[in-house]
């Protein structure tokens, strides 16, 4: 593949051309299993590479550590060198986690079902401001008490990690509902007229109520980030 600006030949299609300094990939969605990951890259809604990163997980526990982040800094090179507007991602969290930790860019979220299709039909939406606060620093308000101990502080973390949530607000703790053996269990519920939703945090008998601010504007906007924020909390097994 050639750039597409000057002509020159590129080491990999869909590279960044260090001659003209012009991109020629604008997203790029990774997929990832435990032992590979393809990076599709694409430009003007069109697919111009495609390319799978492999390993071979180690057994021992001692290894495993060294072995997947190395795997994630190859994902991470794939994306870096051709300097993309957005990354989205999917598959095996643990992976996806190690490939957060080396990139330089937002990981956005999508279904693992066919998440290039995902990627190509939401092109041409909006753009949402991204919020770069870390997790724990979207949280405020004047109820400073989380239910679900660790699981409740993870439900927190893991909306509060969506790049489009700019606050979460605790509500008070309601003690009166129906009790359930099921654990902690969390969901996203409609957003209102202004994009924002409510992040309801169930443990036993109590239900606590949370304020989720975002960055949309819009009930429809809003409910792009709701399906988004349940999709992470099934994915942290917090949702059935």
Do not use: W
Not at 162 to 171: L, M, R, S
């Amino acid at each position: 593949m050639d750039c597409r600006q000057c002509g020159t030949a590129l080491e990999r299609p869909g590279d960044f051309c260090l001659t003209c300094r012009t991109p020629n990939t604008d997203t790029v969605v990774i997929a990832c299993d435990r032992d590979r990951a393809t990076v599709t890259c694409l430009l003007d809604e069109e697919i111009v590479a495609e390319r799978t990163v492999t390993t071979l997980p180690e057994d021992d526990p001692e290894q495993e550590p060294r072995e997947l982040r190395n795997f994630a800094g190859r994902v991470a090179d794939e994306v870096h060198r051709k300097r993309p507007e957005e990354v989205y991602a999917a598959g095996d969290r643990e992976v996806l986690g190690a490939v957060r930790a080396e990139l330089h860019y937002t990981l956005y979220r999508v279904p693992d079902e066919d998440p290039v299709a995902h990627v190509l039909e939401r092109q041409g939406e909006p753009a949402l401001e991204v919020v770069n606060t870390p997790p724990r620093e979207k949280l405020g308000g004047s109820h400073t008490t989380l239910i679900g101990e660790r699981d409740g502080m993870e439900a927190i973390q893991t909306v509060g990690d969506h790049p489009h949530v700019k606050k979460i607000i605790p509500g008070p703790i309601d003690a009166g509902g129906a009790g359930s053996n099921s654990g902690v269990r969390a969901k996203a519920t409609r957003a209102d007229d202004t994009g924002n939703v409510r992040l309801l945090i169930r443990d036993g008998s109590s239900v606590q109520e949370n304020r989720v601010v975002t960055t949309a504007d819009s009930r429809e906007l809003g409910e792009r980030i709701r399906e988004d924020l349940n999709h992470a909390l099934r994915e942290t097994e917090l949702q059935e």
